[in-house]
Structure formats: structure tokens, C-alpha cells
T-cell receptor, first 111, second 112 residues
């Protein structure tokens, strides 16, 4: 079982809709969770990180963490075509000091 | 703002050549990393370093080697390049407090 799982997509949403991206992880002791965005041919860039259960909001982005269920999600409100990219979930698993990345979910926002 | 630089950005070379991909960061981060990523595929950690004179192999076996003689510099070397080494190589460093990774712009290597 892969340690960080994401649906590869593509997830298609119309402009203005809410995009919901999900990520599950295998290690219950994990403490740090990150969402990165990667445009085609570019490097990943951090959207936000979350450490505590609950929601964390930053502009149009909300990260949601549920440690009991071992999932972390990213909501993008008022999706724009410029949000079309691959979204990478990354976790620092317990016993590791490096980030473990999921395979990423491709998001397509149509005008 | 992240300050991590990679050179060259693009490199096309012949089989058997020795190449070094340079990576430098000005943020004073102790931890640095090299990832390999093929187009449309996932990131694979190939090397990392916790500080000067510290290097470790990552999850994906790689024929490349790295060195860490200075905190700000983490070069990756391929002694004899092969077509199977064709890929994008991403260098990163991390903030010790948050664990956040800052990526360079990448070096796209093509071996003919």
C-alpha cells in the first residue's frame, strides 16, 4: 500500500465551482501535511501546510485535516482556469524526516 | 521568497559524458534534496543531505552521486550519462521549523 494516496484524476470543474482534492495517508502518527501546486513543466510551489485537525483557510484555499480518518483535503473556492494544475499532497510520516509525496491529482477548470 | 538556483536549466548531452547539475540556496537551510521527475509522473527522492558532509540515498535508486561541502551548495553528478537518465531533476531545501520544501526551477536533462 502506497503511503500517500491521491486520485490521479483529472478532476474537471467549471469556472466558479468548488474543487475538492483528497489525500489519504497510511501512518496514523504523521504530523505535518502539505499541499503543493505544480504547473506543467514547472516546479512544485507550496499552497499551504496544516498540522492540526480541522480547517485552515488562506484566501480561496482551505485545507482540512482529519487525523482519525487519516485524510487531508484541499478545497479551492471560485475555481479559475489558472488553477488548472497538478496538486500534490505531501506528508512527513512518523519515523521519517523527509516529505513523502502522493502521485498528484490533475485539476482542470473549464471557462 | 525562496532563493534556490539550479544550473543548467536545460542540458542535451551524448551518452557516456560526465555531467554535474548545480544547486545553490541562499536561505541558510541545513537540509537539501534532489528529486527526479519524468513528465506527468510523480516525484522521486534520489538524494538528500542534513548538512555539511552528510549525504543519504533516497527512495529511488540512482546512479548519480552528490556532495555537500558547503551548506549552500549541493551538486549532483552523473559519471557516465545514459539515455535512461533523461529526466527532470529538481533540487530543494527545507525550512527546519515548518518542514516546507522550497524547489529550484529544475534541470531538464536529455541524454542522446
Amino acid at each position: 500500500q502506497k503511503e500517500v494516496e491521491q486520485n490521479s484524476g483529472p478532476l474537471s470543474v467549471p469556472e466558479g465551482a468548488i474543487a475538492s482534492l483528497n489525500c489519504t495517508y497510511s501512518d496514523r502518527g504523521s504530523q505535518s501535511f502539505f499541499w503543493y501546486r505544480q504547473y506543467s513543466g514547472k516546479s512544485p510551489e507550496l499552497i499551504m501546510f496544516i498540522y492540526s485537525n480541522g480547517d485552515k483557510e488562506d484566501g480561496r484555499f482551505t485545507a482540512q485535516l482529519n487525523k482519525a480518518s487519516q485524510y487531508v483535503s484541499l478545497l479551492i473556492r471560485d475555481s479559475q482556469p489558472s488553477d488548472s494544475a497538478t496538486y500534490l499532497c505531501a506528508v512527513i510520516l512518523s519515523g521519517y524526516s523527509t516529505l513523502t509525496f502522493g502521485k498528484g491529482t490533475m485539476l482542470l477548470v473549464s471557462p | 521568497e525562496a532563493d534556490i538556483y539550479q544550473t543548467p536549466r536545460y542540458l542535451v548531452i551524448g551518452t557516456g559524458k560526465k555531467i554535474t547539475l548545480e544547486c545553490s540556496q541562499t536561505m541558510g537551510h541545513d537540509k537539501m534534496y534532489w528529486y527526479q521527475q519524468d513528465p506527468g509522473m510523480e516525484l522521486h527522492l534520489i538524494h538528500y543531505s542534513y548538512g555539511v558532509n552528510s549525504t543519504e540515498k533516497g527512495d529511488l535508486s540512482s546512479e548519480s552521486t552528490v556532495s555537500r561541502i558547503r551548506t549552500e551548495h549541493f551538486p549532483l553528478t552523473l559519471e557516465s550519462a545514459r539515455p535512461s537518465h533523461t529526466s527532470q531533476y529538481l533540487c530543494a531545501s527545507s525550512d527546519r521549523n515548518t518542514g516546507e520544501l522550497f524547489f529550484g526551477e529544475g534541470s531538464r536533462l536529455t541524454v542522446l
